[in-house]
C-alpha cells in the first residue's frame, strides 16, 4: 500500500517534471537574474503552487521535432505580423467594414493539447477568433474576418488546417501525424516523410484498420 | 554611425511601428460593427504592435536581465488575448450580438439549428 502510494507519487512528480522546470524558468525569467536564491526560492514556489492549485497533468505526446517546431514559430511570427497590418488596414480601410464568415473547421487531431495549441495559434494568425470548440467530435467554429465569397471561406479553412498540420508535425502524437497522412493520402499529396518509429505505428493502424475503425 | 546611432534608430523604427499598429487596434475597436470583428482588433494588432515595442525597449536596454524579462510578458499576452477574445466572441454569439447580414455563411448557427432539433425530439419521445 504505502510503497503503491510512494511509486504513485513519484510518477506524478515524473509528469509534472516539465511543469516545474518551467516554473522556475519563469520565476527566474521575472527576477532577472540567476542567483542560489531566486533558484531556490522558484523551486520551492513551483512545488508549492503544483501542489496547492493541483490541475490535472496535461498529456504530452512524447513527440518533439526541432525542425518543425522552428518552422512552426518562424511561421507564426512572420504570419503574425502579416495578420495585424492586414487587420490594422481593415480597421482603417475607407472603403467600409469588410464581411465575415462563421466556419466549421474539423480538425485531425485527437488531443486536448494539441486542439488549444491550434486555438491559440489561429487567435492570433489568419484573421481568426473562435466562437466555439466541440471537444468531443475535435471541432472549432471559427469567426474569420474579411472572407467575402465561398473560395475565400475554404481559403480560410486550408490556412487553418495548416497551421494545425505544422504544430502535429512539431509535437503532435503518432496518432494525429497518421490521420493528418491519412487525409494526404485521400487528396493525392505526398504524405509526411516517416521516421521508423512513426511506419511502424502506421503499419499495425493498417493491419487494425477495420478493428478500431475510428476514421473521421 | 555608430553602433549605438543604428541601435537608436532601428528602435525608433520599431517603437513607431508597434505605436501605429495600436492606434490601429484601437480605431478598429470603435469602428468595428460587431463583437466578434471587435475581437480582431483586440488580438493582432495590438499583439504585433507590443512585440514591436517590446523589440524597440530590448534594443535599448543594456542589461539582460530586462531583456528576459520582455519574453514572458510577450508569452503571457500571446497566451491570454486569444482566450478573452474567444470569451467575449463566445458570449457575444450566445447573446446574438452580432450583425448577420456582415455574414457570408454561418456554419455555427447550423450546428445550433441541429442541435436544437435534436433535443426538441428527444423531449417529445420522453
Not at chain 1, 531556490?40 to 497533468?57: D, K, N, Q
Not at chain 1, 494525429?176 to 487528396?187: A, C, F, G, L, S
Not at chain 2, 478598429?28 to 507590443?50: E, N, V, Y
Not at chain 2, 466572441?89 to 442541435?115: F, N
Amino acid at each position: 500500500m504505502t510503497a503503491e502510494r510512494v511509486r504513485s507519487e513519484r510518477s506524478t512528480l515524473l509528469l509534472q517534471l516539465p511543469l516545474l522546470i518551467w516554473l522556475v524558468v519563469l520565476w527566474i525569467l521575472l527576477w532577472g537574474h540567476i542567483t542560489v536564491v531566486s533558484v531556490l526560492s522558484g523551486i520551492v514556489l513551483a512545488l508549492g503552487i503544483t501542489r496547492v492549485f493541483y490541475l490535472p497533468p496535461v498529456e504530452l505526446s512524447g513527440r518533439f521535432n526541432v525542425y518543425w517546431a522552428a518552422v512552426f514559430v518562424v511561421r507564426f511570427l512572420l504570419d503574425l505580423v502579416r495578420a495585424s497590418f492586414l487587420v490594422a488596414w481593415q480597421a482603417i480601410d475607407p472603403r467600409g467594414i469588410p464581411t465575415s464568415a462563421v466556419l466549421l473547421v474539423q480538425l485531425h487531431t485527437r488531443s486536448d493539447f494539441i486542439m488549444t495549441l491550434t486555438a491559440e495559434a489561429i487567435s492570433l494568425v489568419p484573421g481568426s477568433i473562435v466562437v466555439e470548440v466541440d471537444r468531443e467530435h475535435s471541432r472549432l467554429y471559427v469567426h474569420s474576418l474579411g472572407v467575402k465569397d465561398d473560395a475565400e471561406v475554404e481559403q480560410a479553412r486550408r490556412i487553418i488546417l495548416a497551421a494545425e498540420e505544422r504544430l502535429v508535425r512539431a509535437l503532435g502524437t503518432l496518432d494525429d501525424v497518421w490521420h493528418i497522412n491519412q487525409e494526404r493520402r485521400m487528396n493525392g499529396r505526398p504524405e509526411i516523410r516517416l521516421s521508423a518509429k512513426q511506419k511502424r505505428y502506421e503499419d499495425e493502424r493498417e493491419r487494425h484498420g477495420e478493428r478500431t475503425g475510428d476514421t473521421p | 554611425m555608430s553602433l549605438a546611432d543604428a541601435l537608436d534608430v532601428a528602435s525608433l523604427v520599431f517603437l513607431a511601428l508597434g505605436a501605429l499598429l495600436s492606434l490601429a487596434a484601437g480605431v478598429g475597436l470603435a469602428r468595428f460593427p460587431d463583437p466578434l470583428s471587435r475581437m480582431h482588433a483586440a488580438t493582432k494588432p495590438q499583439i504585433a504592435g507590443l512585440l514591436f515595442v517590446l523589440i524597440a525597449v530590448g534594443l535599448q536596454s543594456e542589461q539582460w536581465g530586462t531583456v528576459a524579462m520582455l519574453f514572458p510578458i510577450l508569452l503571457f499576452q500571446m497566451l491570454t488575448a486569444p482566450v478573452s477574445a474567444h470569451m467575449v466572441g463566445r458570449a457575444a454569439y450566445r447573446t446574438k450580438h452580432l450583425r448577420r447580414d456582415l455574414l457570408v455563411i454561418d456554419e455555427l448557427s447550423d450546428a445550433v439549428d441541429r442541435a436544437q432539433r435534436e433535443r426538441a425530439s428527444g423531449e417529445k419521445r420522453t
